[in-house]
Each structure stands twice: as C-alpha cells, then as structure tokens.
C-alpha cells in the first residue's frame, strides 16, 4: 500500500493476504483469456469479481489497523484531482456505462472535460516556462504530481459526479479512485490541506504483484496510445459518439 507524506503503512492481514492471492489468480484467467472485448460477459463477470475482491481485501486491512473511513456518499473533495492511471478497460468499460445509462450528459460531459484539459494544458506551460516557481523543497514531488497537485487546488469536479455531488458511473469507478480513503474529518480533505502532513489520508492500493497483472491487462486492451487521464480517456471515448 501506498501513504502520501510518508506516513505509516497500513499492514495486511492474513485474511487480506489470502484476498489478495485470490485476485491474483482472477486476473490471470483474464491475462490467458482469448476475447479481444473488455466488454463481453468473459471479461466483465470475473473482472467484477476481481473488484469485489479488491473491496473485501480493503476492508480486512481497515479492520486490522482498526482505521474507520469518514468518505461518504455526497462527500466529494477527492473528486476535484485530476484524474490518472485508469486502465485501458476501465475506460472502455465506463464508456459503454454511460452510453447505457447516462447518454443525455454526453455534451456536458465532452464540454466539462474540454475545459479541464485546457486549464491543465495550460498549467502544465506556466510551469515549463517558469522552472524556478515549480520547483518544490527538496525535491519532494516530481513535475507531474505537482502538475496535478496543482490543477486540484482549482477544485475542478469530476464531470461524472451528479448534482448531489455523488458519483455517476459508482459501480465502474477506475480502481485509481477506490483506492483514496480519509480518516479525518471531511473538511480536512478540502483541496487547501492536500500537502498537511497531519492530515490522515490514505492511498489503499494492491500490492505490486496485482498492479502487474493489471498493467498486463491495460497493454492488452489499450485503446488510445499514451493516454491514462480519466478526462481525456472520456473525451477520446465520447467524441467518437457525439
């Protein structure tokens, strides 16, 4: 598991170790698995069990550390980052949700995503142009996490969210937004307290045998060269059906 600010790993039980094994061997049956569609039942029933299995493996190391998440339904700061390393079938697959649930946000969503590209295109020149204000002590982040530490400071909200502030495409959610959890109060996770060092937030994520499996699966079913954003993944995505 990954902590920002280098705070304190959370450890795994036994429990969570034997989940952890278990989506191992899913994802492999999808590795060896002779479709071409992320979409077909083939690869969307085990990869819903896979995620499931992810849910309970997150679950048993909470309970473990004895940590009590503060997210809730409606509770929305973490949906302000931009948004990367969402896999290749993750979008495919929140793609062909919203085309099936949500179609008449289709132009809000391309015109949303647009102008959160643009505001990031354009931070990511103010700082190529000036070196020496993106710099950061000690070198503590590289220039794409302070690009992106940066644009949430703008508080952009994910165009997927509803007016509620809760997420509309929740059950396909990318594995890179399940993975986020505070233990503080909500306040706290405003886009102001990001660098606060006593702040507990944490990034719950697999262990490194499961993100290999998983890059494995992103390469297999890679769509759009170079592009892991989740907003520029849906522009890529919707434009080819606007």
């Known amino acids: 598991m990954d902590s920002p600010h280098n705070k304190p790993l959370l450890t795994v039980p036994a429990k969570g170790v034997a989940i952890h094994t278990r989506m191992v061997a899913l994802l492999k049956e999808l ?5 071409d569609n992320c979409l077909a039942p083939s690869f969307r029933v085990p990869f819903s069990s896979c995620l499931k299995l992810f849910d309970q493996y997150q679950a048993a190391i909470l309970e473990h550390n004895q940590m009590t998440v503060t997210c809730r339904s409606g509770c929305c700061c973490c949906c302000n980052h931009w948004v990367e390393d969402v896999n290749s079938f993750e979008a495919a697959i929140i793609y062909d949700y919203i085309l099936k649930n949500i179609p008449e946000r289709i132009p809000e969503i391309i015109k949303t995503c647009e102008k959160d590209l643009q505001q990031l295109e354009h931070l990511e020149k103010t700082m190529l142009s000036h070196p020496d204000v993106s710099q950061t002590p000690d ?7 302070l690009l992106l530490a940066v644009f949430y400071q703008f508080k952009r909200p994910c165009p997927l969210l509803d007016n509620n502030g809760r997420c509309s495409i929740y059950p396909v959610r990318p594995i890179t937004c399940r993975i986020y959890f505070s233990f503080s109060d909500p306040s706290r996770c405003e886009p102001e307290y990001i660098n606060e060092d006593d702040i507990p937030t944490y990034l719950l994520d697999t262990q490194e045998e499961v993100s290999e499996l998983l890059d494995t699966l992103h390469f297999k ?22």
């Open 31 to 35: 590795i060896v698995l002779k479709s």
């Open 139 to 145: 070198d503590q982040l590289d220039q794409t996490d």
């Open 221 to 242: 079913y890679l769509s759009f060269e170079g592009n892991t954003g989740l907003r520029s993944l849906l522009l890529s995505y919707l434009r080819q059906s606007d």
